[in-house]
């Protein structure tokens, strides 16, 4: 108890003086009472009558290891006290040679003391080692994880459950560890160095743990009948997997320790509703239970996925469309067999999920039952408690209050949303058929763009996040300030705003339609209903007033049969028809470049030709936006050749994303080359009737804008006829191409409509 004030005491320390979140706490009281009642226990077992000398110095050493899991916690959720953090360790490893010493000296060696010594190592080493893998990598953790899966394998080796004669060795090989570690916690080496040091520590470790396990394979004594499982293996991770699904919340960012300290609601009453059951009941109704909280745990796995990709939870009803395309999207970013093998991951995580939810539940229900009078205490207890945490609201973390139903509200939500979804068909429909220009006549189509060439150019991944509030906002400025003045030196001028996206993150192709159709699409149920629908798209709008319409998406390497029989284009181009011969800069199959130059010789560069509207897809600054392209001659572009060699110069997505700040900053370069890409263009090519839309079709994902950060994408029409910037000079859009953060925001859907209406006649 002294050792736990102790631990308390020098947590609040901590929070006085270098600061310690409700993430830190949690895991340092955690560790605090664990460590409380293991010591409690183990003097128990082993019959002594206190801590001796030695291991007093041993409980300091655990008391200081204890304020380095706290502050090792924290340092997940933001930056930690680099110095504290390895100071306390640096004490703990110190201290390591000073209990074996007094030991010796005082001869109170024990067993038990050897073993407390031991273990308090080994978490250290754990503990460091989690620190150290996000700047390192993952396979650090294989340090720290050694001892506790050499233990997990003499549960089902018996060979390796002996105890093997004491090696001076390996306290050397441990004391390696600790230091190694701690050095590559302070930093005081360069990278390669401490990699280097951790990867000697970590074969010294292989070769410590080999021998041992050698050894006892050589003097095992053979056993017979079925080796036993302790029952601790079954029912912590039994527990742990129940309390997933009812706690946990479903967006990464709320994953911390604090959100499980809380007392679900759904818990107490399921168990106390299962131990009024007879034996085959309870267990019938257990199985069923354990498949809802399957369920709602994949639902709160697939959240988090779409809040970190999409920034809004997964729709049940129509996400599971977004699988097969994302599939395909990873395979072209990181390859097919890796995108096949994540896939085959999630699956089998679901899968998983399903099968092990209900033996958890099953398990937990019979050891309730077995202690049915303590269980009906501990229920009534928590659910007292749980009534007072719910009537003075008390939070353990923002949105996480101690009292929980988070696990009912969720599966109360995928209910709602499925009913809201097949409402939604019948609303959307509607709306489809409530077209103001269907029946407009051809002939006063776009009359005030005659003779022009529209093209409508999306830049991947351009939000607001690109043009402001970021640190890698400045160069994109930069770039479409110097592009204003460089165009407006050819003669062009240019107008700004923003639209609101329907999706985030990925999926462009609910914006392309949203903006085509003029509807709000922001769903696979509705773009798939869209397509099935005879709607007037922008494509059909100038179709119908004479232009030829032109689709241009590099990223299309297979049939898309959408864009004849919906978009009704009159000719398409895609990463297969181009003759482009060069190499391939990640998820792009070339660069933003050659696509442009390729419809300027295919289309524009024609002569006795009609006037071409085109959807251009740049999709260089696509995830993951590195390795990138730089810009080239462009009479030298040629077959694309010129660009062999480039993807090598460039860093490769493995190295960029162990960094988030890294992360950024590439994407920040990758909407820079796309932007200047199209500036160059406009200049090479100054076509006096050229009317140039350039939009982006949704924000990059939530680990490039962060929480919070809106739909919003920026918009720009250039055009070098005054004519055709005075039609919309009502509309109160902003000169230039960068818009200022109070520029006028649209909702993307009414665009359409706008653009119509400034060209062309009002609707009817």
């Known amino acids: 108890m002294i050792g736990l004030i102790g631990q308390l005491a020098l947590l ?18 955690t560790y605090g009472v664990v460590l409380t009642a293991a010591l409690t226990r183990g003097l128990s077992s082993s019959g002594a009558n206190g801590l001796g000398p030695a291991d007093r110095v041993t409980l300091t050493r655990a008391t200081l290891v204890g304020a380095v899991a706290a502050l090792t916690a924290d340092s997940f959720g933001g930056s930690a006290p680099v110095a504290t953090l390895v100071t306390l360790a640096g004490v703990a490893l110190v201290l390591d040679a000073v209990d074996g010493w007094v030991a010796r000296r005082t001869a109170t060696e024990s067993p038990f003391g050897a073993r407390f010594d031991m273990e308090v190592d080994a978490f250290l080493i754990l503990v460091l080692s989690l620190y150290v893998a996000p700047s390192t990598g993952a396979w650090v953790l294989a340090i720290g994880l050694a001892r506790y899966l050499f233990v997990a394998a003499g549960w089902l080796l018996p060979s390796l459950r002996g105890t093997p004669p004491p090696r001076y060795w390996c306290k050397v090989v441990a004391a390696v560890q600790g230091v190694v570690l701690a050095v590559a916690a302070a930093g005081l080496f360069p990278a390669r160095w401490t990699e280097a040091a ?75 509703a299962l131990l009024l059951l007879p034996g085959r009941a309870r267990r019938l109704v257990a199985t069923l239970v354990g498949l809802v909280l399957g369920l709602v745990a994949i639902v709160k796995v697939l959240d988090m996925g779409f809040f970190a990709v999409l920034d809004r939870p997964f729709d049940p009803v129509s996400d599971w469309a977004y699988f097969a395309p994302a599939v395909g999207v990873m395979g072209d970013s990181v390859g097919g067999p890796a995108a096949k093998l994540a896939a085959g991951a999630v699956v089998l995580l679901g899968v998983g999920l399903l099968v092990l939810m209900p033996l958890a539940v099953v398990r937990l229900s019979g050891l309730a039952a077995q202690h049915r009078h303590g269980s009906l205490r501990w229920v009534t207890a928590l659910g007292v408690a749980w009534a007072v945490c719910a009537t003075l609201g008390v939070q353990v973390a923002p949105d996480a209050g ?43 189509l776009l009359t005030g763009l005659r003779g022009k060439d529209v093209i409508v150019a999306f830049v991947e991944s351009y939000g607001r996040v690109a043009v402001q509030d970021s640190p890698f906002s400045p160069g994109v400025d930069a770039v479409l300030d110097d592009g204003t003045k460089r165009l407006r030196a050819a003669g062009f001028s240019s107008r700004s705003a923003f639209l609101t996206s329907p999706t985030f993150g990925a999926a462009s192709w609910l914006a392309h339609s949203t903006l085509q159709s003029g509807l709000w699409v922001d769903s696979q149920q509705r773009y798939d209903q869209l397509l099935s629908a005879n709607r007037l798209t922008l494509t059909d709008a100038f179709s119908r007033a004479g232009w030829r319409t032109v689709f ?52 524009l560069a024609k002569s006795d030709r009609a006037p071409v509207m085109a959807e251009i897809d740049l999709v260089s600054s696509h995830h993951p936006w590195t390795p990138l392209p730089h810009l080239v001659g462009w009479d030298e572009l040629g077959d694309g050749s010129v660009f062999d060699g480039m993807p090598e110069q460039g860093d490769s997505p493995d190295d960029v994303f162990r960094d988030p700040d890294r992360v950024r900053e590439v994407y920040g370069q990758s909407i820079e080359y796309s932007l200047s890409s199209l500036i160059s263009f ?58 200022r953060p109070d520029a006028p925001v649209w909702p993307m859907n009414a665009f359409r409509d706008r653009f119509l209406a400034a060209y062309g006649p009002q609707p009817h």
């Open 12 to 29: 609040a320390a901590l929070a006085a003086t270098v600061g310690l979140d409700s993430t830190g706490w949690v895991v340092g009281v």
């Open 552 to 603: 241009d998406d590099p990223a299309i390497t297979r049939d898309w049969p959408e864009g004849q029989d919906f978009y009704h284009f009159d000719a398409s181009y895609d990463s297969r028809n181009v003759g482009y011969a060069g190499p391939a800069f990640s998820y792009a199959t070339m660069p933003d470049q050659y696509t442009l130059s390729v419809f300027q010789r295919l289309e």
């Open 402 to 444: 101690i009292a929980s139903m988070s696990a009912a509200d969720l599966a109360y939500n995928e209910v709602s949303q499925v009913r809201d979804g097949i409402k939604d068909r019948q609303v959307f429909a509607d709306a489809i058929g409530n077209d103001a220009y269907q029946d407009t006549p051809d002939d006063q």
């Open 198 to 272: 951790l990867l000697v520590a970590l074969i010294l470790l292989a070769e410590s743990f080999g021998r041992e396990a050698w050894w006892l394979w050589r003097h095992r004594r053979e056993q017979s009948g079925r080796v036993r499982v302790p029952p601790g293996v079954i029912t912590v991770p039994a527990c742990v997997l129940v309390w997933f699904a009812l706690v946990a919340p479903n967006e990464l960012a709320q994953l911390t320790p604090g959100a499980f300290a809380r007392i679900p609601l759904e818990g107490l009453l399921g168990v106390a």
């Open 682 to 739: 406009v200049e090479t090519y100054p076509d006096p009737d050229l009317v140039l839309v350039v939009l982006g079709d949704h924000q990059p994902h939530t680990y490039v804008t962060g929480d919070g950060a809106g739909h919003d994408v920026p918009i720009t029409v250039i055009a070098h006829d005054p004519s055709v910037m005075e039609r919309i000079s009502g509309w109160g859009w902003q000169e230039g191409m960068r818009p």
